[in-house]
């Protein structure tokens, strides 16, 4: 089970960190990645990491913005998001994969999602 927190309604400029707790197996050797959708489009890949957190991408539309990380022994992983915009206003979504992809079809656990507004 993968349970998202830390969204809410931050002002342009702002930051705000996701949390992804994660419970019922081990993720620990698992990539994770985070993903978000805006009602009526295509999920957007948003960031990934490796098992050990030696590897990182991100989306383009994110890339120097948002920094994601994991700490195994919590069974965590954290999305650090800066400089938000009124477009990053979407959904947010854990995942976990057995590989370390941007393709949202390759994650095959995912948490309920956070919603995440940023007012201009």
């Known amino acids: 089970q993968l349970v998202e927190s830390g969204g809410g309604v931050v002002q342009a400029g702002g930051s705000l960190t996701l949390s992804c707790a994660a419970s019922g197996r081990s993720f620990g050797t698992s990539p994770m990645g985070w993903f978000r959708q805006i009602p009526g489009k295509d999920r957007e890949f948003v960031a990934a990491i490796s098992w050990s957190g030696g590897s990182t991408y991100y989306g383009d539309s994110v890339k120097g913005r948002f920094t994601i990380s994991r700490d195994n022994t919590k069974s965590t992983v954290y999305l650090r998001m800066t400089n938000l915009k009124p477009e990053d206003t979407a959904v947010y979504y854990c995942?976990?994969?057995?590989?370390?992809?941007?393709?949202?079809?390759?994650?095959?656990?995912w948490g309920q999602g956070t919603q995440v507004t940023v007012a201009s």
């Open positions: 995942a976990a994969s057995g590989v370390l992809t941007p393709r949202d079809n390759e994650y095959q656990y």
